[in-house]
T-cell receptor, first 113, second 118 residues
Framework: DAKTTQPPSMDCAEGRAANLPCNHSTISGNEYVYWYRQIHSQGPQYIIHGLKNNETNEMASLIITEDRKSSTLILPHATLRDTAVYYC??????????????FGQGTILTVHP | GAVVSQHPSRVICKSGTSVKIECRSL??????MFWYRQFPKQSLMLMAT?????????EQGVEKDKFLINHASLTLSTLTVTSAHPEDSSFYIC??????????????FGEGSWLTVV
């Protein structure tokens, strides 16, 4: 799976949008971009994933650039409970590595009042 | 709600003893599950792939005789830390690929299990 690069930390004011960037310049055509977050002392929580089109669900929006080399996770109205480590992961869906995720260091998002 | 559940959430054991952690897929069958380990302030590291009905596949550097994995049914995988030592103290997390409409292509994680070896 392709490697991803994320800023180590970001701050966001409560109620504002949090925009978390991720670079994945070596992504291949059949690899998806996944986002997970991990709140302290809990297992990772799935947020959203996409291939090339922008995606939105009840938690967040995912914006993928046209060349697919980078993406941005958007939390439209951040709350204090969104403080967590956010992981951007590139993953293929086939082969022997199906289901296996490689975690980088992620971005520590701190939402402050 | 949770679709992958782990038990126990926290366990303390004495050095030299063994401890078993369970990972269950609650409403779907998982022929494959994954076990990760996470030390404080570090990212998750994949330990092994648990395969239903066959031997687990271990990542490089993970001792298969120390971390015994059993996947005897389609909804249960267990990780047994044998002859535990204080350096085995960590957060252990399992995951399973979701199946079916709305869950396919998503990997679900358990709540994690904190192991402290004293």
């Amino acid at each position: 799976d392709a490697k991803t690069t994320q800023p180590p930390s970001m701050d966001c004011a409560e109620g504002r949008a949090a925009n978390l960037p991720c670079n994945h310049s070596t992504i291949s055509g059949n690899e998806y971009v996944y986002w997970y977050r991990q709140i302290h002392s809990q297992g990772p929580q799935y947020i959203i994933h996409g291939l090339k089109n922008n995606e939105t669900n009840e938690m967040a929006s995912l914006i993928i650039t046209e060349d697919r080399k980078s993406s941005t996770l958007i939390l439209p109205h951040a709350t204090l409970r969104d403080t967590a480590v956010y992981y951007c992961i590139v993953r293929g869906l086939g082969g022997t590595s199906y289901g296996k995720l490689t975690f980088g260091q992620g971005t520590i998002l701190t939402v402050h009042p | 709600g949770a679709v992958v559940s782990q038990h126990p959430s926290r366990v303390i054991c004495k050095s030299g003893t063994s401890v078993k952690i369970e990972c269950r897929s609650l409403d779907f069958q998982a022929t494959t599950m994954f076990w990760y380990r996470q030390f404080p302030k570090q990212s998750l590291m994949l330990m092994a792939t648990s395969n239903e009905g066959s031997k687990a596949t271990y990542e490089q550097g993970v001792e298969k005789d120390k971390f015994l994995i059993n996947h005897a049914s389609l909804t249960l995988s267990t990780l047994t830390v044998t002859s535990a030592h204080p350096e085995d103290s960590s957060f252990y997390i399992c995951s399973a690929p979701g199946v079916g409409t709305g869950r396919g292509n998503t990997i679900y994680f358990g709540e994690g299990s904190w192991l402290t070896v004293v």
